[in-house]
């Protein structure tokens, strides 16, 4: 390969890390055209073949966030049953009285815009794409030998996060992990994260009080965790603190675990659409309350099995999230955090450890801002155990050595994300009935997740991506 040919096709390696695919295409057909070098149009053509796929994958993305702020101005928001919101919003001039066709609140476009350009796409304190690290809030600590189902004590939190600060070189955010008891509080386990662990820290403080909330603000290394809506709906208990919080200017992690089927739509694009479009309420509604605070898009879109119950361990968990993980990376720029790297077991077994492994290298290799949950988390988020979290440090540590041997110019693996031209229409649909179980939509997408992982598996079988690591595709079809 020349010099010149070189930098050529390192440049379009470099536009398709940045999502300009269709600029890299031109590059790579360009150099297709001229190039007589077996051994680079081989490369070439490697490119080639995926940037299509590319190219449509961000397309279907960059219609989840359209589609979002159309959720949000065309069915609306069901805040009527909330004197504060629908005060806030109305005094905001947000609302769009001309509207006569949505369901319930609709939000002017320009003002949800505007919104969206107020929040910093600097993130203070970002520790950087791949990011992994605890998180989830279990109720229960797993304590080997003991089957009682507890939260964890003082001793036993002091001795998680001096465990957890011993591990930085792996984790990167340190999101409270598991419940505490009431020999300590929230406030007490955050000033002891405070004093052992430099990197980037959340923890919840809806139960904390007006003085103790303050312990965040203007702190890069710290956001506060929290939620607002489900359903296109408030959750009432939460609309006080997630006021508080952004009033008092805690940079906020807004929280959306919608249900594939059960709180949100079936279709992959119509589940992230609706997700998507949460969360923007949540940050428009931020902005109202403190013009430019910092806002991380946390839509951790969630998969149940037959019995309703959260399956971490389904590929469905990883491959939505990764997903997710794009439409921000790629499309909006909004700082954002997935959930990945656990299982859907609830004991410490070479299965739960190799389901959270290949979940967490399915991750990297697609590519993720924030990965919370990666560490310790077993029984779909009902358990952190210490155990587990030192084992998956150390599995995702050599997983780390193998990733950064690997060559640098493979080029980015498309996700072949499903397009559904009827996404809006079946969140209308649902809006509409009140309940995804009973709307159309989402029994005709019954198999949307499965036939999109049997296409990933089947473009698996004709190209691996990264062979030396093992990962969730990897493992399902050799």
Known sequence: MTIKAQEAFHKGIALEKEAQFDKAKVIYEDLFSHLIDETVLEKVRCRLEDIDDLIAEKAVYRRIDENAKRVLT??????????????????ADAVDFDNETALFIPLKRDYIDRCLEKVPDEMPGDPGMNTFGT???????????????????????????????????????FSLPVACDKSTSLFEIAQLMEKSYQGLKMIPTN??????????????????????????????????????????????????????????????????????AQVIFMIVVAQIVNPG????????????????????????????????????????????????????????TDQALTDSELSRNTMLKYGVHILRHAMGALGSL?????????????????????????????????????????????????????????????????????????????????????????????????
């Open 74 to 91: 065309e069915i609306g928001v069901n805040i009527t049953g909330n004197q504060i919101l629908l005060d806030l919003l109305m005094e």
């Open 293 to 348: 605070i910092f806002c991380i898009h946390c839509g951790i879109p969630s998969i149940v099995d037959a019995g309703g119950n959260l399956s971490y361990s389904s590929p469905h968990q990883t491959f939505i999230n990764a997903a997710l993980a794009r439409v921000n990376t790629w499309i909006t720029g909004l700082p954002s955090s997935q959930t990945g790297g656990s299982t859907s077991l609830s004991e410490v």
């Open 135 to 173: 998180g989830a809030t279990s109720p229960f600590l797993k304590r080997a030998g003991d089957d009682e189902l507890r939260p964890a004590n003082r001793e036993e939190y002091e001795n998680i996060i001096r465990t957890v600060s011993e591990q930085q070189d792996v984790v990167g955010i």
């Open 207 to 276: 139960t904390m009080s007006d003085d103790e909330v303050v312990f965040l603000k203007g702190k890069e290394h710290w956001v506060d965790g929290t939620s607002l809506m489900t359903s296109l709906s408030p959750m009432n208990n939460m609309v006080g603190s997630f006021l508080r919080s952004a009033r008092t200017g805690n940079n906020l992690l807004l929280v959306d675990q919608s249900l594939a089927g059960i709180s949100g739509p079936g279709s992959p694009e119509s589940f992230l659409t609706f997700v998507h």
């Open 382 to 478: 009902n358990f952190f155990s210490l155990e587990k979290f030192m084992e998956d440090c150390e599995r995702e540590r050599r997983s780390r050595i193998i990733f950064e041997s690997l060559p640098k110019d493979i080029g980015v693996i498309p996700l072949y994300f499903p397009a559904d031209d009827q996404a809006l229409a079946g969140i209308r649909e649902i809006a509409e009935k009140g309940n995804p179980k009973n709307a159309d939509h989402t029994l005709k997408n019954v198999d949307s997740f499965r036939l999109w992982e049997e296409s990933i598996n089947q473009a698996a079988r004709r190209k691996l991506y990264y062979p030396q690591l093992n990962d969730i595709v990897i493992d399902s079809i050799t």
